[in-house]
């Protein structure tokens, strides 16, 4: 228990410190006047604020953000996988499918995110529409290049053993391919919490995204800072979750 | 003897009139043949580049002649994948699989029965001394056991005929002569019929019963080595053998 405790320390230790740092000073420049508050509400004011809107944000809010975060999710990791092993099994769905992929990336979200509210009005499936469109990149990608990643040698020993392409794909590439997967999918689910956060901006009536956003136009800085705050812990979360997955499921993948 | 009683047994191996080149590059092959009779123990050696591992993927069918034929056990099929034992140069092991599990991994491409296998599978992992480490992890093996590993992985595949690519080169000089002895002894307990690459002549003339010298034309020379069996490592000190190796020695230079 000791060990751990220590390793912990010297994992976060410095971390903590600087944080703990940073919001002292933050807190005493703003105390001091050198910054109004409606510009930079102190700590303080934004954990006040937190508390104030508590049952608001965690009742409404934040649910409403989860959902369309986790349904984005879901789907583009079906999406994601599906078309990863789909350019993987076929060049020809490769050499298609590749530069749309590249594409989708290139459209600025806050150009497209209006085009969605126009095909899926204001209901949750323009918010997932966008949380699908930053998602489902990575997944795609780690999941090409994880299964390219099992390498000849280890195909080229299977086939002498007689092993089917099918064979092959179970036995070795996927195995191989999931510590790139899950790479992927944790940029991926934090990719989800900024894609519902902009789909809400853009046209909501309820969410995070939404909360800071009529927050911001009443000028309630630490409410903006609050909704922040509670989004930033929400990735963390969803981030340490699928480590947590990956660490389970990769115990013994050594390389 | 089979001759005497009027039996003519086919060749394990027999390649003939064989030739192959990569992409319009001057050929590895031109016209080679060889013969290998079951139960014998044939190295090949020749400079790094010179095709040794081509020459093994043509005889496990990863790749196909340009020209000539190559037969296993007097059969020419369609495909010869899954017909030979490869044990390629790196052990190849999968990492998240036991040492037991790695062993198994031909029978499950074939999909049979584990659990029938199992006693016989203890007996041969205590037979190469991994008994203790059936539960183990290829990372937590040394570079000797990772090797016995893989062997015993080629043995598994149930095939006559093991293609082994310079399974010691990777060793360290102490460990390489106890592998080496230990290959000795087993083999003549397996009855198997063996082709072996390797760059170390006293390798190639202490195991052997015939060595191919693969020469910068693309053409075998074959040279036979007389020295009785049971063999051991100490044969390396005789004055035998240090003339064989002479001999061996002045046909590289002369080529």
């Known amino acids: 228990m ?77 999406g994601g996988l599906l078309l990863g092993i789909g350019m993987h099994f076929s ?19 806050i150009a497209i995110s209006p085009i969605f509210i126009m095909w ?20 795609v990608v780690s999941t090409y290049d994880g299964l390219k990643m099992g390498g000849t040698e280890y195909r080229e020993l299977l086939l002498t053993m007689g092993a089917s392409r099918w064979m ?5 590439q996927v195995p191989m391919a999931l510590p790139s997967l899950f790479s992927g999918l944790k940029m991926s689910v934090v990719y989800c919490v900024v894609g519902a956060t902009v789909g809400e901006w853009l046209g909501a009536s309820e969410g995070l995204g939404y909360f800071s956003r009529r927050m911001s136009g009443n000028l309630q800085a630490d409410a903006v800072f609050a909704a922040i705050f509670l989004l930033s812990l929400l990735g963390i979360i969803l981030f340490l979750i699928i480590g947590l997955i990956e660490k389970q499921l990769l115990k013994h993948n050594h390389r | ?57 043509l005889i496990t069918g990863l790749l196909e002649p340009d020209q000539g034929e190559i037969l296993i056990d007097g059969q020419k099929m369609e495909t010869r994948l899954g017909l030979v034992g490869y044990m390629p140069q790196k052990d190849l092991l999968l990492p998240w699989k036991t040492v037991v599990d790695n062993v198994l991994l031909p029978l499950e491409v074939k999909k049979e029965n584990k659990q029938q296998n199992m006693s016989e599978i203890r007996k041969w992992l205590s037979r190469f001394g991994l008994a203790e480490f059936e539960k183990a992890y290829p990372h937590e093996l040394s570079g000797g056991m990772r090797q016995r590993v893989a062997f015993l992985r080629t043995i598994m595949t149930g095939r006559e005929l093991l293609l082994l690519d310079e399974p010691f080169g990777a060793l360290d000089s ?33 195991l052997s019963d015939r060595i191919y010298l693969l020469e910068r034309t ?34 590289i230079h002369h080529e």
């Open chain 1, 2 to 78: 000791n060990n751990a405790l220590k390793k912990w320390v010297s994992d976060y230790g410095l971390f903590v410190l600087v944080c703990i740092l940073i919001v002292s000073v933050w807190e005493w420049v703003v105390r001091s006047g050198m910054i109004p508050a409606f510009i930079l509400p102190a700590p303080s004011a934004i954990w006040s604020s937190l508390a104030d809107n508590w049952q608001l944000l965690l009742e409404v809010h934040l649910p409403a953000t989860l959902k369309e975060v986790l349904i984005g999710f879901v789907l583009s990791l079906i």
């Open chain 1, 91 to 109: 060049r020809v769905l490769e050499k298609i499918l590749y530069p749309f992929l590249v594409i989708s990336q290139t459209i600025p979200l």
């Open chain 1, 120 to 139: 899926f009005g204001y209901s949750i499936w323009s918010k997932i529409a966008v949380t699908i469109l930053t998602a489902f990149f990575p997944i």
């Open chain 1, 168 to 172: 092959i794909f179970k036995k070795v």
């Open chain 2, 1 to 57: 003897m089979r001759e005497a009683i009027g039996l003519s047994k086919s060749p394990m191996l027999a390649i003939r009139d064989l030739s192959y080149s990569f992409e319009a590059r001057k050929p590895i092959f031109q016209q080679v043949a060889i013969d290998i009779q079951p139960g014998e123990f044939v190295s090949v050696i020749g400079p790094s580049g010179s095709g040794k591992s081509t020459l093994f993927k």
């Open chain 2, 174 to 206: 102490m460990t390489k002569r106890n592998m080496q002895s230990w290959l000795l002894g087993l083999w003549e307990e397996l009855q198997k019929t063996v082709l072996f690459i390797t760059h170390d002549l006293e390798e190639a003339l202490l």
């Open chain 2, 218 to 251: 693309g053409t075998f020379q074959e040279m036979k080595v007389h020295l009785s069996r049971p063999r051991n490592p100490e044969l390396i000190y005789q004055s035998e053998f240090i003339e064989m190796r002479k001999e061996l020695e002045r046909r």
